[in-house]
T-cell receptor, first 114, second 114 residues
């Protein structure tokens, strides 16, 4: 059974803190993605990665960075958390060998920044 | 550029009644189409997908969708909903390019009324 896991389901941080959100997939997928989900706005792509040590900006990269040191792990970093980064964060992965780009999602991390 | 429009942000429906969630897309090339479901406080899971072949696609939990190329639509239907279908539903499109991304609609929240 394929699996994408995220390090925390719920997280509460203070403004200005550095925050790490971890995502691990066990499907040997090349591509990994970070989205944030907000009511009425759907899913918005923050960053994605096609391979180890590679990263590409998505639609809303400001205030975020990512790290992909190993194929199975993709980390999202909030360098200095702000209240407008309170959101649900979703990680996903795809197999680049499949042409249809079907994405497999983790359970999400609900981050609250106070 | 691709885009996805989900025409209804919320759909209330009585239990055991039929439901249709509407999705229209725009793309200049051939596409793959998906419906994902998100139950409360969970990540997204694939409900069904259209890759090629028959335009009527059957998914999990009794859902089906019909691809209509001339109307650029991919509406989701279920003949009789259950309280457990309460969730948010996302339509998504991916084209035949190799950028490995999916474009998501903003979601439709399905409310089942007793």
């Amino acid at each position: 059974d394929v699996k994408v896991t995220q390090s925390s389901r719920y997280l509460v941080k203070r403004t200005g803190e550095k925050v790490f959100l971890e995502c691990v997939q066990d499907m040997d997928h090349e591509n990994m993605f970070w989205y944030r989900q907000d009511p009425g706005l759907g899913l918005r792509l923050i960053y994605f990665s096609y391979d180890v040590k590679m990263k590409e900006k998505g639609d809303i990269p400001e205030g975020y960075s990512v790290s992909r040191e190993k194929k199975e792990r993709f980390s999202l970093i909030l360098e200095s958390a702000s209240t407008n980064q309170t959101s649900m964060y979703l990680c996903a992965s795809t197999d680049s060998g499949l042409p249809n780009n079907e994405q497999f999602f983790g359970p999400g991390t609900r981050l609250t920044v106070l | 550029a691709q885009s996805v429009t989900q025409l209804d942000s919320q759909v209330p429906v009585f239990e055991e009644a039929p439901v249709e969630l509407r999705c229209n897309y725009s793309s200049s090339v051939s596409v793959y189409l998906f419906w994902y479901v998100q139950y409360p406080n969970q990540g997204l899971q694939l409900l069904l997908k259209y890759l090629s072949g028959s335009t009527l696609v059957k998914g999990i939990n009794g859902f089906e969708a019909e691809f209509n190329k001339s109307q650029t639509s991919f509406h989701l239907r279920k003949p009789s909903v259950h309280i457990s279908d309460t969730a948010e539903y996302f339509c998504a499109v991916s084209d035949f390019s190799r950028d490995d991304k999916i474009i998501f609609g903003k979601g439709t929240r399905l409310h089942i009324l007793p």
